[in-house]
């Protein structure tokens, strides 16, 4: 078919929206790996949930999650997060995750959890490399040791450790189920490639987003020893 410029016209209101909704989508996706920035920062600040370096170190990889605890009360939450693979030398690329369903790690009443699950285990690490996840089916979640009682032992056969910072009035901790999902949208606007995986990304088969580098940096600070990094 040839294209008029009177059918080239009519087309500019649908490109314009969809570069606009991909702007949005992107947008997004930084405010995600933002949001898990502070979210490591405000855990790292604090002694008695600070995650330490020999856990870290033997991490699989870790999920960083931003949680809106506002209709707990009727059962549920929502919020983003971004996984990523320990590779030993460095980190591998963020992938970003949206969060609902029960009560992963929230406390009751509580209005918002900054939550960091650590993944010790390669069971809990293929579970990241699927497009939906149920949180806690057939992993062992524990809460993760901090400052005197990491040299317990306890911790060390759990598949999930978690650390968390709440705000708000709370009741109680649950972990009810509850679902990861991959965002595809989201990633494929990081990315920009729209059939993206999760296992292309924490395969590091793509770069590291620039929006992920001072996350990917704090990650290497905390698990290894590395001069240039910690001056």
Known sequence: MKLTPLIILSLVPFLLHAETELDKQLAEAKEVISNADDVLEAIQADPKTAIPSEVLSEAEAVLIVKLNAAIVGV??????????????????????????????GIEIGATETNLVAVCMTKKALRELGQSSIRWGVGLSVKAGPVGGTVGATGWKDADILVYRVKKGFALGVSFDGGTLDYSQKLNAALYKEPGITAQDILGMRVPMPA??????????????????LSK
């Not at 549920?76 to 369903?101: E, H, L």
């Not at 580098?213 to 001069?227: P, Q």
Request: glycine share 16%; hydrophobic share 35%.
């Open 75 to 104: 059962g549920g939450y929502g919020g983003t997060g971004i996984a990523m693979v320990n590779n030993v030398d460095n980190w591998s690329p963020p992938v970003i995750f949206t969060v609902g369903g029960g009560s992963l």
């Open 211 to 228: 929006e992920a580098v001072d996350v990917s940096n704090e990650l290497r600070k905390l698990s290894y020893v590395d001069s240039s």
